[in-house]
């Protein structure tokens, strides 16, 4: 068997009463993009600043390549993080911040600046490598953020949400580049509250919530825990509570809600046939229908089975 | 490159790239410096002389000591320097309460009798309190008098007995027949002392120009190497707090953090921040030095000594803005604490006004501050004495704080 490059076990981690992670265990092979699900307050950032070695007080073990992660510092140089907030200097050039933040690692001279030169044609940077960060937009320097993390040529690469607050365009570009450096056999865990990139990117997904892991698996694996069901999204006019009444749950008749706000649900159905029914008792109670659209089980649907939250915040 | 190395080149090329908040804080201390030398008439060449001071004199004593003293300010010099107007008492004090002179000298009393019976007598010098430097110059004046009349009078405590049987008469009725006896004894004591007084003599000078005796040069003061000093540690430590603060602001917008994902320790951090800040304060003491002499004409004495105080004095704002911020929670903080306490430091220490001027019970706070320090030190190596003192206090507790810096400092890094 391959060696684990990451191995995790039974992390722990309060903030006085608040508990971030409890008992949270993972693994990562050498070369997987793991993509971590999970919505605001799970423990997502507190899990990267455990495995950068920032956070100290917590429990549990952390093995890089089956030595303990904490031991040696010069482990660091084989570990790349890109933290969630864009941390590196507005007033120097996207080339001196790569040189800066790279030569803090044991790389070197001459090397760093070859690979800071092919980072920045990957981050499709290099026309505005000598200009002053400030001047960049704001997907530019998610790129370049991305790019500080890889520049000393890590095995194992963290980002935590790399892709907040960045246009459609931006995020489809970061995504590229993780995928990338998947291929080049950088392992990759990044965290997300956003479905469809995990959909997209990653060999594997883990979803969390409330500091554990709730289920783990490829995108295949975890759709089955839903099941053969069809997946029902209605929109229209009607609180949640009004909703409820409607179509009382669980019916037994092989209907499940998923997801109940005002103006919106998620139910899935084992049956596609019974979706007319559900619609005549949504007009029995007069709660008016706009939209309602019939899709096949997406990770979206084993998101709210599991954790029975959304995770739009 | 060690990591701590890339920080010092990191921060120096950041500071370099935004230079104006460096340059301001050059330009401003070297500005004020000009101004407040300035409101004092600058001389032909960069030399500047004071104006003269304007001296009220009340002569209780009315006898032949007075008379010798009041006689000195006649002489060519000292005529330069001083106005002196004869006042009574209660007149002087009007005119002193309207401002209308710098200080008011008040000649006690039986002030020739007692030097000539060997008596501790006191001059009396009324300061102005709404000027700064002149009457300051008058009260250091009266002191190197009041030092070289007592020198004298004990010297010729013999003569003075003598002279003092002829105090009813009055001096043009003496005849220099009468005299003669007196003045032989005399004129040999001066022989035999002149080797003794003349470096005492020359003292009045050196005290009273704040320059080392210089035989041949006009009696000058340079104003500006007077008020430049103070206004130098004042904007280092303007210059070089900014520096430190560094550290609270990247722990707030993460680059801390990210820092700490690399190999660097928190201790390599710390250091790097130190010298960073030793650097930026340095390098515009060279230029500070540099420009003193171009713009003002100071003559910083020794040159390598004051490079090296420059150096010590660096240190002590980079350890003690390090040790703060170990102890500011935030950058919050760290920007509302540093002003004022720079502030302070510069009215009690001697960059806003002469240490002497201040209220007597104030006086050992300022003595306590690195202005004072640093001043101090300044003008010992431009006068050349011994800056050992000034310079040991900077450096050792220059080196306590860093040493709390370091400890308590990566502490705070961490999180
Ligand atoms: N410094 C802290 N002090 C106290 N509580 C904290 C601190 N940092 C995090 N927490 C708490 O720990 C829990 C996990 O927080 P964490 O930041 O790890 O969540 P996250 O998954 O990254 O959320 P988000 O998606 O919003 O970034 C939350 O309940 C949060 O309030
Ligand atoms: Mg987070």
Known sequence: MQQKILEIKNLGKSYGETTALANFSLDLAPGEVLGLLGPNGAGKTTLISILSGTLRDFSGSVAFRGQDLFADRRLKNRIGIVPQEMAFYEDLSALENLLFWGGLYDIPEKELKRRALELLAVVELSTRAREPVKKFSGGMKRRLNVAIGLVHRPELLLLDEPTVGIDVQAKVSILDIIR?????????????????????????????DQGKILATGTLAELIRIVGEKEIVEVSGEFSATAFSEAIPAPSGAGIEILSVSDDFAMLA???????????QRLFAHRLHVADLKIKSPSLEAVFLKMTGRSLRD | MSRTTLIIGNDLRRRLRSPMATILFLVIPLAMTGLIGMIFDPGQDNRTKLPPIHLLVVDNDKDIAAKFLLGAFDQKELKEMFQVTLVDAPAGEKLMQKGKASAMLVIPEHFSADLADQKPSRLEVVKNPSEEFLPGVAEEFAATMAVGFSALAQVFADELRIIRGFRSLTLESVTIAEMTPFLEMARAKIIALKTYLSPMLLKVKSVTTKKPGQEGKPLGFNIFSYIFPGMLIMFLLFIIEPSLREIQNERADGKTRRMMFSPLSSLELVTARIFSGWLIGFLVCLLAMAAGMLLFGIDWGRPLLQLALFAIACFWCSAFFAMLNAFFRNKNQAGAFASPIILVFSAFGGSMLPLEQLPAGMRW???????????TGCRRIMDGASP??????????GLAFAAVAMIALPRRLSV
């Open chain 2, 365 to 375: 706070v300022g003595k306590l501050t690195v202005n004072n320090w640093f001043i």
């Open chain 1, 180 to 208: 990338e450096v998947g291929r080049k056999g950088t392992s990759v865990v990044f965290t997300t509250h956003q479905l469809a990139e995990v959909e997209q990117t990653c060999s594997r997904i883990a979803i969390m």
């Open chain 2, 388 to 397: 050992l003192l000034p310079l040991t206090l900077l450096a050792v507790t």
């Open chain 1, 269 to 279: 159905f084992a049956d596609s046939q019974d979706i007319p029914a559900m619609m």
